[in-house]
């Protein structure tokens, strides 16, 4: 495996585990989830850099209805990634203190969770979208194919993927969603690796949505031209 793709790898990992930190604000604290966050940017920014020949050749070639898609998706976890940034400077008490910035901590706040919870379903389903490479790659660890473990992975899959389904509703994401209520709910008497869990099979819901998406359209572009 070329160095740059197990770049790729870690710095998408870093970037899921960082996101899910970044989700459980009051659960690690103010300051510390400030700075989990400029480490956010700092890997997306590297992330950015590591795919630049997929932004360079963005207006060139043929636009397939997947590439369409993960324009799309790209996009919007960039709009979001830059909402989360400019509110944070309204917000901020620790990082981003020293800038002079007064008054908009209210429209900050809101547009923080906005782009927060919204990021957190674009990013997941950007990277279910990618999902069947990920799986290529580890696939290419094991000792050749096996039905069984085909089998047995689609089933876990599936389980995750309803059990954060639930755990969706659960937390009362879709409130955060669409601003129904302006503060998140942390239940601090609630051990830590339950909420975590939760939110990992939460963004497991929508990397199994993203990774049959992309499936579904490939498999649509190849029914026309049969």
Not at 30 to 55: D, P, Y
């Amino acid at each position: 495996m070329k160095p740059k793709a197990i770049g790729r790898i870690f710095v998408d990992a870093g970037m899921s585990v960082l996101l899910l930190l970044l989700m459980a604000y009051e659960l690690v604290g103010s300051a510390a989830h400030e700075w989990i966050g400029v480490g956010m940017l700092a890997l997306f920014l590297v992330h950015h850099a590591l795919n630049g020949k997929w932004t360079r050749n963005l207006f060139r070639g043929k636009v397939t209805p997947l590439r369409a898609l993960q324009t799309v998706l790209a996009a919007l976890a960039l709009v979001t990634m830059l909402g989360s940034f400019v509110s944070a400077l309204l917000v901020s008490r620790t990082v981003f203190a020293f800038l002079p910035v007064r008054g908009g901590r209210s429209l900050g706040r809101m547009l923080h969770m906005l782009s927060a919870y919204w990021g957190f379903v674009f990013l997941s389903l950007h990277l279910g979208l990618h999902w069947g490479t990920m799986l290529a790659l580890a696939g290419r660890l094991c000792k050749g194919p096996s039905r069984a473990r085909r089998i047995l992975l689609r089933a876990l899959g599936g389980a995750i993927a309803l059990y954060g389904a639930w755990a969706f509703f659960r937390r009362g994401i879709p409130d955060y969603l669409f601003l129904r209520t302006q503060f998140a709910f942390f239940d601090f008497s609630e051990p830590r690796i339950f909420f975590f869990l939760d939110y990992v099979a939460a963004m497991g819901t929508f990397v199994w949505i993203g990774h049959y998406l992309a499936k579904g359209v490939r498999r649509l572009k190849g029914g026309r031209n049969g």
